[in-house]
């Protein structure tokens, strides 16, 4: 099994890869598209901000690659967010994977939200042995509106969508390589889909 | 919903943890990596790691002990402590922390907090304030406590809040150590003026002082140390606790 992260310079990648070495599976970083394109699994990280973060993946020329892959992939947290149509934040247009647009929560809550949140409607094998109302951590001050591609929501304001599924294209709003036990069950399932 | 946070906090010397710890099952109470794996274990929501090395070989140190840390604990980290560019952050942040903290650089230079915040994103920028109240007025300190400012508490939490800050971890030097509770006073005021988590530190002696930060304090999250490393408050049982008192975490 071959786990490629894509690193384009955004985000906390070394949590992503020392996730994936407890699991006992050497993830290597790459922005090489041929490496890209030959792996059996790509997580597609991202911290940081929208618009730089697009930025840095067309300087790259991932932002063509990445809709064309074929095996599963996994957006985390500004990831998934990037692979929707359209983000808020820097008004940035994104990889039209996932029909949704990117909002911003109002000042009716603490922004970012930072925590542990639970995650609901389940739909998804990623989400095997993960039980309904499930912990995860989450960052983010932005968010997926809640559509027919969510395989997960959760509540902060409203009802949002936490995850995403589009064919081999999956999303996660939270932190798997930062939610305990749960988190480690789900990037296990990604190896498994 | 969004679960309140409960964060141990260890001191780290020349990447070892100091003030010690009464942990009976740790091979080595003093490696803050076993440590670290023992509070996730319990329960912990996050981790706060504060450097209080003096030396510039100590703080290579704490690279190394970042890198164990990220590499074997499965939730979330902050570190703090001698924090003042963005190379230092970057370096952090690639050795695998989730979060770092700033107190006297950003007080120094306010403009690091816009470009930490920028450069990282404000999900990572933690600024911590240590602050005391004296005739009445919460004012900012510096250097752990020591060196006297200016500067309000809330004014500069306005302040850090509209700079860039995804969080503020503060501190009352008033109750830090009495383990007689959190300014809660303090505290809810925070939390009306900033719209950004407030972690509350200092003054843990009790499960009811938890109760109150997050009730009457309003706090988001709650800082300790002794507490739980003498084993004085079970990290397990006072979740449980707070979940009998309808506050919500995770467990």
């Known amino acids: ?193 | 919903m969004l679960t309140k946070r409960i964060i141990p906090c260890l001191d780290i010397k020349n990447g070892r943890t100091v003030k010690g710890v009464n942990f009976v099952d740790l091979r080595d109470a003093g490696d803050p990596v076993e440590l670290a794996k023992q509070y996730a274990n319990l329960g912990a929501d996050e981790l706060v790691f504060l450097d209080i090395s003096a030396t510039l070989e100590g703080r290579k140190t704490m690279y190394d002990m970042v890198l164990k840390v990220a590499e074997q604990v499965n939730i979330p980290f902050t570190v703090g402590g001698g924090i003042s560019s963005i190379e230092d952050v970057d370096d952090l942040l690639h050795c695998g922390a989730d979060k770092i903290s700033i107190n006297s650089s950003a007080v120094k230079r306010p403009e690091l907090i816009n470009e930490l915040s920028q450069k990282f994103g404000s999900q990572c920028v933690v600024v911590a304030i240590d602050a005391k109240q004296i005739d009445g007025k919460w004012m900012v300190h510096l250097a752990g406590g020591t060196i006297p400012t200016d500067l309000n508490l809330f004014d500069w939490a306005k302040e850090v809040e509209q700079r860039g800050a995804g969080e503020i971890l503060f501190t009352s030097m008033n109750n830090d150590g009495t383990k007689a509770g959190f300014a809660n006073d303090a505290l809810t005021k925070l939390s009306e003026i900033v719209n950004i988590p407030i972690i509350a530190s200092g003054g843990a002696g009790s499960t009811q002082h938890f109760i109150d930060a997050f009730e009457r304090g309003n706090a988001d999250a709650a800082l300790a140390a002794s507490v739980f490393h003498f084993g004085e408050i079970d990290i397990l049982d006072l979740k449980k606790d707070l979940r009998n008192n309808n506050i919500e975490v995770r467990l």
């Open chain 1, 1 to 193: 099994m071959s786990v490629v992260i894509v690193d384009y310079g955004a985000g906390n990648i070394k949590s992503i890869q020392f996730a994936f070495k407890r699991l006992g599976i050497e993830a290597k970083l790459s922005n090489d598209p041929t490496i890209i394109k030959a792996a059996n699994r790509v997580i597609f990280p991202g911290v940081g901000e929208a618009s730089s973060a697009m930025k840095m993946l067309k300087q790259s020329g991932l932002d063509d690659i990445i809709p064309k892959l074929k095996q599963p992939v996994l957006g985390i947290c500004l990831g998934m967010q990037l692979m929707c149509n359209g983000s808020e934040e820097g008004d940035t247009k994104g990889l039209g994977i996932f029909n949704v647009e990117v909002k911003r929560f109002s000042n009716q809550v603490k922004v970012p939200q930072m925590g542990w949140n639970t995650i609901t409607n389940l739909k998804s094998e990623l989400f095997n042995g993960i039980k309904e109302n499930e912990f995860m951590y989450l960052v983010h001050s932005y968010y997926a509106e809640q559509c027919e591609e969510s395989i997960a929501t959760t509540d902060y304001e409203f009802t949002y969508a936490s995850a995403l599924q589009n064919e081999n294209f999956y999303g996660v709003q939270f932190h798997p390589e930062k939610s305990s036990t749960a988190g480690e069950r789900l990037l296990k399932n990604f190896l498994e889909l």
